[in-house]
Structures are given as structure tokens and as C-alpha cells.
């Protein structure tokens, strides 16, 4: 927003407005990864084509070098003029690319972590706990020092050095994550979860006539549905017939 408002010349409303456009989309975007990873690509591919984040990155980081990316300054005001039709398409490519690699990492950085472990084993469990607890841990003082440390950097010192610190880290990032390669754990697709929720509904509606079971039946057909049901997962996990939700 103060980047906008003081580097591009961008008026207050407009400026905001596409700051909540911006965001928005990006929370939206998991929405559709989610569906991609789980129904198609899987992690590991999801998150290599989110990588595209770091271009979004250092297109945004060459707005704040290059002066002749952003809006010319008056000489007499010294406020900049407002951005020309060039300078937005330079500024949508970045955030645009951002939000295409959000749309990858977060809904697929913690669960490609979680198919690290083995949850049938005791040493697995405890090393999950101990992966969500660095996750979660290193995720918020990264929060932190972003929302303190660097917006002090980047209206204070210097926009550049303020957005090449992220940017510079998330090159990091992504040369960490291909260095394993050789040690991942890669879980296939398994189809996504909104074709489950839509298989249910549809169900439900087909079966809408058919006659509740008795409780005595309960065990009976559990066991007939249990073994009648082919999963392409070889993960299954065994759910018990309940009335409850009848």
C-alpha cells in the first residue's frame, strides 16, 4: 500500500483497491492448487511450477531498483506522476506471478511435508510433531521480522534492499527444496477432495429412498461396505457405519 501510494503515484482508493484485489486472489488461488495437486500433478510438481513466486519476486524487486520501471518523478513536487499503462503491466506480471505461485505453495508445503513420515511408526509420529512444531514456529517469527524488520527496511532505508531481502531468501528456499530431491518421499495423486464432497452429494440425492439399516445390520454392513469399496489410494482407512448421521 505505501509502496503504491509514494513509489508509484497511485491515488489512496485505487491503490487499496488493488491491494484487497491482490489479496483476495491470492487466498482464492489455494482453492484451485489444492484441486491441481490432489486430482493431477501432486506435491512435488505443484510446488516445482510454484516456484514461478521468485520471478514475481524479482520483477517486483526490479520496480523498486530500476527507476525507469516505475512513474517518472515532477521536478517540482517531487511526487511521482502516476503510473502509465507499461508501468501497471510490469506491476500486474509480478503480483500476477505471485499469486500463481501461492496458489502452488500454500496448500502443498505442509501436507509434501507431512508424506515425509512414516505415521505407522513410532519414530515417524514423533518426527511429525516435531515438524509441525518448526513449521508453525519458524512461519510465525518469519511473520514477525517481515511485518518489523523489513517494512522498516523498506520504508526507511532502501525499497530495493527491502524487497531483495525476500526475494533473496526465497531463491534460498527454492535451491533447498531441489537439493533434496534425491531424499523426498513422492505420494502420487489420489483424486481430489472436492470430487469426494461432489461423489457425496450425489450419492446422498441417489439414495435418498433406500431403507436405514437396523441397528443389528450395523456391523453386517459395515463389513459388506468395507469390502466392497476399491480405493486407487493404497492408504485406506477404515470408517465405521454409524446411525448418527442418518
Not at 531498483?65 to 510490469?90: D, K, T
Not at 509420529?125 to 514456529?137: P, V
Not at 533434496?180 to 440425492?205: E, H, N
Not at 445390520?217 to 485406506?236: I, M
Request: overall charge positive; charged content about 10%.
Amino acid at each position: 500500500m505505501v509502496y503504491l501510494v509514494e513509489q508509484y503515484g497511485m491515488r489512496q482508493m485505487a491503490a487499496a483497491t488493488l491491494c484487497n484485489v491482490f489479496s483476495g486472489t491470492s487466498n482464492a488461488a489455494p482453492l484451485l492448487g489444492a484441486f491441481v495437486s490432489d486430482a493431477y500433478w501432486g506435491r512435488f510438481r505443484t510446488l516445482t511450477y510454484a516456484s514461478v513466486t521468485t520471478f514475481g519476486m524479482v520483477v517486483l524487486t526490479l520496480t523498486a531498483a530500476v527507476p525507469q520501471l516505475r512513474p517518472p518523478v515532477a521536478e517540482q513536487s517531487g511526487q511521482p506522476l502516476g503510473p502509465s499503462g507499461a508501468h501497471l503491466a510490469i506491476l500486474f506480471l509480478s503480483l500476477g506471478l505471485l499469486v500463481l505461485g501461492a496458489g502452488g505453495v500454500r496448500p502443498c508445503s505442509l501436507p509434501f511435508g507431512v508424506d515425509q513420515f512414516d505415521r505407522s511408526t513410532e519414530q515417524g509420529r514423533r518426527g511429525l510433531n516435531s515438524f509441525f512444531n518448526w513449521y508453525y514456529s519458524i512461519s510465525t517469527a518469519a511473520t514477525v521480522v517481515a511485518m518489523t524488520a523489513v517494512v522498516y527496511i523498506q520504508d526507511s532505508v532502501s525499497w530495493p534492499l527491502g524487497f531483495g531481502i525476500p526475494t533473496a531468501l526465497m531463491l534460498l528456499a527454492i535451491i533447498l527444496f531441489f537439493a533434496g530431491i534425491r531424499l523426498y518421499v513422492f505420494v502420487p495423486p489420489d483424486g481430489s477432495v472436492f470430487s469426494g464432497v461432489l461423489q457425496a452429494l450425489v450419492a446422498a440425492f441417489r439414495k435418498r429412498k433406500l431403507r436405514l439399516p437396523a441397528p443389528n445390520d450395523a456391523v453386517e454392513q459395515e463389513t459388506l461396505l468395507y469390502s466392497n469399496h476399491a480405493r486407487k489410494s493404497t492408504v485406506v482407512t477404515k470408517l465405521p457405519l454409524t446411525l448418527q448421521f442418518r
